[in-house]
């Protein structure tokens, strides 16, 4: 099992800044993911990240918007550049452990 | 692409009553079928999960779920309902072995009454 801290935990940004969301694993893994949850939607996988590569990042989804940082094994950043209101949303990253993905608390981003 | 669909963006059981929370995927390959449980203000946890062998699944806090590749569906049931499995559940698929790429139902809120 993997038990994954995120750190803000909740953020209130103004548009045109960007915020940088922090993501530790208790545990070394080779894969880790970045979620978002938009208000009254499913959670959408924004990019895979794996330590010593460039992340990969799902259709919709650009490293210049979203850049992801993956120093080591048990740490990840996702920053969201450049924010819009419609960037408000969920940040959920995960971590895949023994072929079984588990989940952070989130982070709960509002943009005004 | 897959995709998976939950019938019901909310579903209301009494206290004690049967918990039925429906999830159908599209899919012409067998899948990898997963439930998680959402609760407040919480990351996601994973109830139960089907890769292969036997098609009824049990997980934890009494839930199970029932593969039916005919029927393309992973239902997700609980005989009898507490105040404490009020939260948001997604049904998940994924197809790759290591399940590291997820497509989420769009969840399914579940509500408890006394």
């Known amino acids: 099992s993997a038990v994954i801290s995120q750190k803000p935990s909740r953020d209130i940004c103004q548009r045109g800044t960007s915020l940088t969301i922090q993501c530790q694993v208790d545990s070394q893994v080779t894969m880790m993911f970045w979620y978002r949850q938009q208000p009254g939607q499913s959670l959408t996988l924004i990019a895979t990240a794996n330590q010593g590569s460039e992340a990969t990042y799902e259709s919709g989804f650009v490293i210049d918007k979203f850049p992801i940082s993956r120093p080591n094994l048990t740490f990840s950043t996702l920053t969201v550049s450049n924010m819009s209101p419609e960037d408000s949303s969920i940040y959920l990253c995960?971590?895949?452990?023994?072929?079984?993905?588990?989940f952070g608390p989130g982070t709960r981003l509002t943009v005004l | 692409a897959q995709s998976v669909t939950q019938l019901g963006s909310h579903v209301s059981v009494s206290e004690g009553a049967l918990v039925l929370l429906r999830c159908n995927y599209s899919s012409s390959v067998p899948p990898y079928l997963f439930w998680y449980v959402q609760y407040p203000n919480q990351g996601l946890q994973l109830l139960l999960k089907y890769t292969t062998g036997a098609t009824l699944v049990k997980g934890i806090n009494g839930f199970e779920a029932e593969f039916k590749k005919s029927e393309t569906s992973f239902h997700l049931t609980k005989p009898s309902a507490h105040m404490s499995d009020a939260a948001e559940y997604f049904c998940?698929?994924?197809?790759?072995?290591?399940?590291?790429?997820?497509?989420f139902g769009k969840g399914t809120m579940l509500l408890v009454s006394p």
């Open positions: 995960s971590a895949s452990p023994d072929n079984e993905q588990f």
């Open positions: 998940a698929v994924s197809y790759t072995t290591g399940y590291s790429t997820l497509t």
